[in-house]
């Protein structure tokens, strides 16, 4: 903590070398002597002040409050409370809290005013994106009354906050986005109890589902057809590394891709199937499944709230986290492995070359950043011509290669895979 001179110091230093120089050239004038000297005594007097004020900027008391957890979508607000336990009160005090890139913040810089044995509570309202975040530094800032000197502290704290993600069925509901991607049981036309429609009588129809009735009356072997509820199983590999967080706060590669994660894993268990997960964080992954039932839904939210990119570093081990994943699933288990810009495609060929069973029942989501930027615009053509170099090579082996780019494009998947689930295959 230092005292700092600011510009109108910088001035007053000036003035009185000036001040100097000309009273020299001129046989010392008294008004320019005593011009000279009564600035220099001001800076003085402000210096003295500011070594005051600095004793009791460093004897504040400074605590900052946030939220344990809140979900995606919601506002919430950090308090941050100054108590003053001298005698001495400052002028004015300047509170800059260094916010989390992906937080998005109101108002979270206040100047207040706090007296001595004053206690002041500053709030600003917060809208985080999903993930996970830290809060580390403050920044005080003072001075002394006239503004010669400024005095800055900078107070190190850690707070951290958990966002839960939505899936997109919930921002639909939740009005945070457009378009219909509301869950699916999965149903397909098979011989059942519940009844859809009669037909005629083929090759290798189970003969208990005749109906004699209709036969009779149509004069043709009818065959009583029915609906039943599909049960089948999914596993979501989510990459979660460092090159998935850059982008618009809530519209980055990682803020998609969880939410997708959670629309399949909403998905599937709505149809009674149990879901599989991984979730990449570079270095490290983590894996857990067979889930079922809502609480797999809420379970798989939660790992996917305390990822954040202050804890994912680079994609560094991405073949071995997915031929883990792949190897503990059943084989006609549908696979959906959402990877972030940059992923080496190469690898992930690889891996899937060495399961057979790959063919026609996984799928690879390449998710683009989704904000306006000029960055965000440059990797998403990046990702487009990637797409278009190996969409025919992954086509060659039975797995389905796509490219989400935009928010209609992640509103289509989810409304399309209830019927995919339906088939159990993706080709």
């Known amino acids: 903590m230092r005292i700092e001179p600011t510009v109108k110091a910088t001035g007053a230093g000036f003035i009185i070398t000036a001040l100097t120089a000309l009273s020299i050239l001129k046989g010392g004038s008294p008004v320019i002597v005593s011009t000279a000297l009564l600035i220099a005594v001001l800076l003085a007097v402000s210096y003295a002040e500011a070594v005051k004020t600095r004793y009791t900027l460093a004897t504040l008391i400074v605590s900052r409050e946030v939220p344990v957890r809140i979900g995606e ?10 108590e003053n336990p001298s005698k001495g009160g400052l002028p004015y005090l300047v509170i800059e809290d260094r916010v989390p890139p992906r937080v998005r913040a109101k108002h979270y810089q206040g100047r207040i005013t706090i007296k001595g044995g004053d206690t002041v509570v500053v709030e600003y309202l917060i809208e985080p994106a999903p993930g996970y975040h830290v809060f580390n530094e403050m920044l005080l800032s003072t001075g002394d009354p006239l503004g010669f000197f400024r005095i800055h ?4 704290q850690v707070s951290s906050i958990t966002v839960t993600p939505v899936s997109l069925q919930e921002m639909v509901m939740k009005g945070l986005s457009t378009g219909v991607a509301e869950p699916i049981v ?10 859809f429609q009669l037909r005629e009588y083929q090759y290798g129809d189970d003969l ?12 043709k072997l009818m065959v009583r057809e029915g609906l039943s509820e599909v049960r089948n199983d999914t596993a979501v590999f989510v990459d979660l590394s460092g090159p998935s ?3 618009t706060p809530g519209d980055a590669p990682a803020d998609w891709i969880m939410r997708l994660a959670l629309a399949v894993a909403s998905t599937t268990v709505s149809s009674g199937g149990s879901i599989w997960y ?3 964080r570079g270095e490290v992954w983590e894996s857990e499944g067979p889930l079922r039932g809502r609480d797999a839904v809420e379970s798989f939210r939660l790992r996917l709230s305390i990822v954040g990119p202050d804890n994912s570093v680079y994609r560094m081990k991405l073949e071995d986290s997915l031929y883990k994943f792949l190897r503990v699933l059943p084989p006609s288990t549908l696979k959906i492995v959402l990877l972030g810009p940059g992923a080496n495609l190469d690898r992930v060929l690889d891996v899937l070359k060495a399961f057979p069973g790959a063919s026609c029942t996984t799928m690879v989501l390449v998710v683009a950043p989704m904000g306006g930027t000029l960055q965000e615009e ?16 992954f086509a060659k082996m039975g797995i389905l290669l796509g490219l989400v780019r935009s928010r209609g494009e992640v509103i289509g998947f989810a409304r399309g895979f ?3 689930l339906s088939r159990g295959r993706f080709c």
């Open 378 to 393: 440059a990797v998403r053509i990046v990702e487009e011509r990637v797409y278009r170099e190996y969409r025919d090579r």
């Open 278 to 280: 991984t979730i990449l």
């Open 245 to 247: 967080w850059p982008g």
């Open 153 to 156: 502290r900078v107070v190190k």
């Open 418 to 420: 209830g019927r995919l």
């Open 73 to 82: 979508g919601s506002t919430s607000h950090v308090k941050i409370t100054v």
């Open 208 to 219: 208990r589902f005749v109906s004699w009735t209709a036969t009779a009356r149509t004069g």
């Open 186 to 195: 999965s149903r397909t036309r098979g011989l059942s109890l519940e009844y």
